[in-house]
């Protein structure tokens, strides 16, 4: 009979060992699983209930937007409009009486003059301009009037609550221009003096002091001067440039 030679040394070797007890045990060696197990999958992030309000809100603002831009306009550009009053020497009241309003208007670039009856010219003027462009009226005795009713004009649904970034009305002459909407963000009010006391206007009121300021200035001027006011004038035209620096510090 033939003999099978065997080393010794392969059957009783330590790795053999281990091997021949792993089998033996049924078991097999998962140490290197437990001690590095495969990577994971990356889970998926879900938003939250609030992320997704604040999403919804989003869109809607944007929908909102192209709304107001397909409806009125997207003019990527100020509005600014000095409004002048009722020329009681009969003459049209842009080339006539009110030469102040009209040097104020030259002096701001972009600005645009208007008489007291063209309200409506400068309302449609104001839809085709972005709602983010500010909006600045400045009117004198019924052209005060004339901004104001602008004003409460473009407070309505349907014209989005326009906001009104500075409003200035010199001496007012109207009916119900005392009380100011809560879309107009500032308000400056200023009052003449004689000579003519049913002339002269009131202070002014705001609908909500927590979204419209107001201040009310009493001048010495007459009513027919008080836009010729040199201080009148150098407080009027700082105002819109601190509103148009304000717009372009935002674009930088």
Known sequence: MSRVSVNPALIYSPEKRQS?????SGFSDHSKTLNNPPPKKHDRVELSEKAKGLKKDLSGAEQALKIHRKKFGNIEKPGIYFVSGFDWFGASSVKGNY???????EAVEGAQHFSWDQTD?????IKKRDPSQPIILVGHSFGGDGVVEIAQ?????????RKIDLLVTLDSVGFDNDFIPQNVKKNLNYLAQGPYKWLNDGPNIAMNY????VKNFLHPEEHADLDDSTDVQIAVLESINQILSSQEAGKA
Not at 20 to 24: F, G, I, Q, T
Not at 99 to 105: E, N, P
Not at 153 to 161: A, D, H, S, W
């Open 20 to 24: 021949h007890n792993s089998k033996a």
């Open 99 to 105: 030469d102040g309003i009209r040097d104020m208007a």
């Open 121 to 125: 010219e400068i309302v449609k003027d």
């Open 153 to 161: 004009e473009l407070n309505t649904i349907e014209n989005g609550f």
């Open 210 to 213: 927590e979204r419209t300021e």
